[in-house]
């Protein structure tokens, strides 16, 4: 038994979108604004792709909106803290 058997289509685009922002953006290390823009963009699709999953299967709520956007913001700043160079 399979732990996502009838939403394995949804993970599987939002794994392979993530890991093409990812290599996007370090790819795009050269310009830290299209850096930048890169990871929010890819925050942006997380945020709204994980919405429109729970629109499509009648469980949308507030709080699954508020928690998709902490979890993406928090994502957001913890990779931008790493491209950064840390704390220092």
Do not use: R, W
Not at 45 to 67: Q, R
């Amino acid at each position: 038994m399979s732990c996502f058997p009838k939403n394995k289509g949804y993970y599987i685009s939002l794994f392979l979108v993530l890991i093409v922002g990812i290599v996007l953006a370090l790819s795009a290390s050269y310009d830290k604004s299209l850096q930048f823009f890169i990871i929010v963009m890819i925050t942006v699709f997380y945020v709204l792709f994980g919405i429109l999953h729970h629109h499509l299967h009648h469980d949308n709520s507030p709080k699954v909106v508020v928690e998709y956007v902490l979890v993406g913001s928090l994502g957001m700043a913890l990779v931008l803290l790493v491209l950064k160079g840390g704390f220092i």
